[in-house]
């Protein structure tokens, strides 16, 4: 005899935003199973207005808006019986995030939690992380965002430290870090990974998820930096309008790719990393299993 719940998560981040619907199957003395039944991603990239000009513009609000509609809609029509909507790096930035959130809730009946960066670490941990950590190694979890970059150290199988730091792919296309970000960035990782051997990186984030899609490489196996390194020498040798014809990237993947792979070179680099695992988790899936366990 199986339970069956419906859960959906929305993310509302700094380039794109995400509804997932999970079927959660309750069975006598077996683990609870999470199983995605659906997931929607709208590219409105609300960091390009919050980082530059400080404010979500009224064209993103009106975009945000159908799509939130649109997210009521779909919830009701998979008769999801619980929910929960988490904004990060754009909204918590935009100066008129809270009052978006009025909006939002007024209009479209959909309440909006807007997190911290601590936060939103703690909720993508509570993903299904735990199923690719062995307690014998060593792991830096890297969540490349828009406007937001989460790092956590898993030690045992456990978390010893984990930060957030304003470094994102919308905010690198902006130019907005600076070398000081960078070198904050280096000395943490570099500081916080002493210590422990063999380093094995974690990367979440619909960049990493794309170009291991694009390696052809099954789930359980990892990338190296010698590819990854060759991705990125790639992918920047080309035009944006190549990396669209050629690779088949989304538009608004085609640019963010780069700065991505970036981020993610660097935290092996710095770490002394040379293998990359792409387990297809992020926040949405964190958002799920946290509310089911009673943590949100």
């Known amino acids: 005899m199986i339970h069956l719940k419906k859960y959906a998560a929305i993310d509302i981040g700094s ?10 199957v309750e069975q006598k003395d077996k683990p609870t199973q999470f199983n995605k039944s659906s997931l929607v991603r709208v590219p409105i990239r609300l960091g390009q207005d919050a980082f530059t000009v400080g404010e979500i513009s009224e064209e993103n609000i009106e975009r945000m808006l159908d799509a939130m509609k649109a997210f009521k809609l779909l ?4 008769k999801v019986e619980k929910y929960k909507a988490c904004a990060t790096s754009a909204m918590r930035e935009a100066y008129n995030g809270k009052d978006i959130v009025e909006l939002i809730k007024k209009k479209a009946d959909i309440k909006i939690d807007i997190i911290d ?12 992380l735990k199923q690719f950590i062995n307690s014998d190694r060593t792991y830096l979890y890297v969540d490349v965002g828009g406007g937001s970059t989460e790092f956590s150290l ?4 456990k978390i010893v430290a984990s930060k957030s730091f304003k470094n994102g792919t919308v ?23 002493a210590g422990y051997d063999n380093i094995t990186l974690i990367g979440s984030g619909g960049n990493i998820n794309k170009l291991f899609k694009l390696s052809e490489k099954h789930q359980d196996t990892p990338l190296s930096y010698v590819y990854l390194n060759s991705q990125y020498q790639k992918l920047n040798a080309m035009t944006y309008e190549e990396r669209i014809s050629e690779m088949g990237l989304n538009p608004d993947r085609a640019d963010v790719i780069i ?22 988790i992020g926040l949405s899936d964190g958002i799920v299993k946290a509310m089911y366990f009673g943590r949100i």
């Open 15 to 24: 380039n794109a935003m995400r509804l997932l619907v999970t079927n959660i």
């Open 75 to 78: 919830m009701k029509v998979h």
């Open 117 to 128: 960066g601590k936060m939103e670490a703690a909720i993508i941990a509570a993903s299904d």
């Open 154 to 157: 898993f030690n045992e199988g």
């Open 171 to 193: 905010r690198l296309l902006n130019n907005m870090v600076n070398d000081i970000v960078w070198t904050e960035i280096e000395k943490w990782i570099k500081t916080t990974t």
């Open 259 to 280: 700065p991505a792979t970036r981020i993610y070179l660097n935290a092996m680099k710095w770490s002394g990393a040379r293998q990359i695992y792409v387990p297809k």
